[in-house]
């Protein structure tokens, strides 16, 4: 899996997570809901700077974003 797409899922577990909308996430981070929804899927490759506005919007460490999946316990 590239990091666009490992981007792209942690982004939207993590919107979903705290139960946002597309369109309340782009309010908070001062974007266009179009591009939060083109970044969740792997579309567009995130800037350093709208990174770092997700990851504030989103009260998330930037690491969060580039995570692996996460892996069930047996």
């Given at each position: 899996?590239?990091?666009?797409d490992t981007f792209a899922r942690n982004l939207r577990r993590l919107r979903n997570?705290?139960?946002?909308?597309?369109?309340?996430?782009?309010?908070?981070?001062?974007?266009?809901?179009?591009?939060?929804?083109?970044?969740?899927?792997?579309?567009y490759a995130v800037s350093i700077d709208t990174f770092e506005k997700l990851a504030k919007a989103l009260k998330a460490d930037p690491l969060e974003f580039l995570a692996g999946p996460r892996r069930?316990?047996?």
């Open positions: 899996m590239s990091m666009r997570d705290r139960g946002l909308s597309q369109e309340e996430l782009a309010d908070l981070a001062d974007l266009d809901r179009t591009y939060i929804s083109a970044l969740e899927r792997s579309i069930q316990k047996a």
